[in-house]
C-alpha cells in the first residue's frame, strides 16, 4: 500500500468519509421512504429531531455520534455495521499449516527433488492432494509429504494418507520411462505439547503407523538419501524453522 503523507492523508479520509455518509443516509432515506414515514415520524420514534434527520439523509451526519446512528438504525429496524476491510498484511487461516509446507519445500531444495505443493495424487480430483510431493527422478521416489499443525483425527489422516498414497502408486507406474517410481509417505508434525501427548498415549498406534525409520526420513528429506520404505514420522519445531527426527512412541 503507498504510504500517504499527512495532508494526503487527511484529504483522503474526508473524501472516504462524504462517500460513506452520503451512501449512509441515501439508505436511510430509502428506508424511510419505504415506510411510508415522514422525517417527522421517524424522528419521534428514534428520539431525534427532523433537523437530525435532515443532516443524515443528506450525508452530512458526520458529526453525530455512533449513538445517534444506531438510534436511527433501530428505530427503522435495521443493523447498524461498523467494520474495517480484511487487513492486507493478515495471514490467510491456513497461515500454519503452510509454514510448514514452505519449511519442507524450502528444506528438500539442496536435496535435489522436484518439489510440488498440494500435489494432485487423483489428476481428475484436483480436491485429492498432498501436502506437499517430492520427486526423485534419479532414484525414482515419489515422496508424500503430509503437514500436519495438530493432530485432530488420526484415524482419518491416517485413512486418507493411505488413499493417496494408492493413488499416487497407481499414478507413477506410468510416468515416464523406466521402472515404476516408489512411493513414500512421511508425516510432518509441529512440535507442540497436545501432539507429543498424543503420541505418549498411544505409543503402539504411532509406532505400528510409522514403523519407518525418523532418522531416515528425516535424511531423505533433507539430504535426499534413498527413503525409508516404511512411512515415518519427524517433527518440525513451533514455529516452522527446522525439522527433527522423533523418537520412536514406546509403550510401558
Known amino acids: 500500500m503507498v504510504k500517504l503523507k499527512p495532508i494526503e492523508l487527511a484529504a483522503e479520509a474526508r473524501r472516504r468519509n462524504a462517500e460513506q455518509l452520503g451512501r449512509l443516509g441515501g439508505a436511510i432515506r430509502a428506508a424511510r421512504q419505504r415506510r411510508r414515514w415522514t422525517q417527522a415520524r421517524l424522528g419521534a420514534r428514534s428520539g431525534l429531531s427532523q433537523t437530525t434527520i435532515s443532516d443524515l439523509e443528506l450525508g452530512r451526519g458526520g458529526g453525530h455520534t455512533v449513538d445517534t446512528w444506531q438510534r436511527m438504525a433501530v428505530a427503522l429496524g435495521i443493523a447498524l455495521r461498523i467494520d474495517l476491510s480484511r487487513d492486507p498484511n493478515e495471514e490467510p487461516v491456513d497461515a500454519g499449516h503452510l509454514r510448514i509446507q514452505e519449511l519442507v519445500m524450502r528444506t528438500a531444495k539442496p536435496a535435489g527433488y522436484v518439489r510440488r505443493f498440494e500435489l494432485s495424487t487423483k489428476p481428475d480430483d484436483p480436491s485429492r492432494s498432498t501436502d506437499v510431493g517430492l520427486i526423485n527422478i534419479r532414484s525414482r521416489w515419489l515422496v508424500l509429504v503430509e503437514c500436519i499443525n495438530t493432530l485432530v483425527n488420526?484415524?482419518?489422516?491416517?485413512?486418507?494418507?493411505?488413499?493417496?498414497?494408492?493413488?499416487?502408486?497407481?499414478?507413477?507406474?506410468?510416468?515416464?520411462?523406466?521402472?515404476?517410481?516408489?512411493?513414500?509417505?512421511?508425516?510432518?508434525?509441529?512440535?507442540?505439547?497436545?501432539?507429543?501427548?498424543?503420541?505418549?498415549?498411544?505409543?503402539?498406534?504411532?509406532?505400528?503407523?510409522?514403523?519407518?525409520?525418523?532418522?531416515?526420513?528425516?535424511?531423505?528429506?533433507?539430504?535426499?538419501?534413498?527413503?525409508?520404505?516404511?512411512?515415518?514420522?519427524?517433527?518440525?519445531?513451533?514455529?516452522?524453522?527446522?525439522?527433527?527426527?522423533?523418537?520412536?512412541?514406546?509403550?510401558?
Do not use: H, M
Not at 489422516?157 to 521402472?179: D, H, M, P, Q, Y
Not at 515404476?180 to 505409543?203: E, I, M, T
Open 154 to 252: 488420526v484415524g482419518g489422516a491416517t485413512r486418507a494418507s493411505e488413499r493417496k498414497r494408492a493413488e499416487a502408486g497407481a499414478l507413477a507406474i506410468g510416468v515416464g520411462a523406466g521402472e515404476p517410481f516408489r512411493v513414500g509417505v512421511c508425516w510432518v508434525v509441529r512440535d507442540l505439547a497436545r501432539n507429543r501427548s498424543l503420541l505418549a498415549r498411544y505409543p503402539e498406534i504411532f509406532a505400528t503407523r510409522f514403523p519407518g525409520s525418523s532418522v531416515g526420513w528425516l535424511r531423505a528429506l533433507t539430504l535426499g538419501t534413498e527413503p525409508p520404505i516404511d512411512p515415518g514420522l519427524i517433527w518440525c519445531d513451533a514455529a516452522s524453522t527446522r525439522l527433527f527426527a522423533a523418537r520412536r512412541p514406546r509403550s510401558d
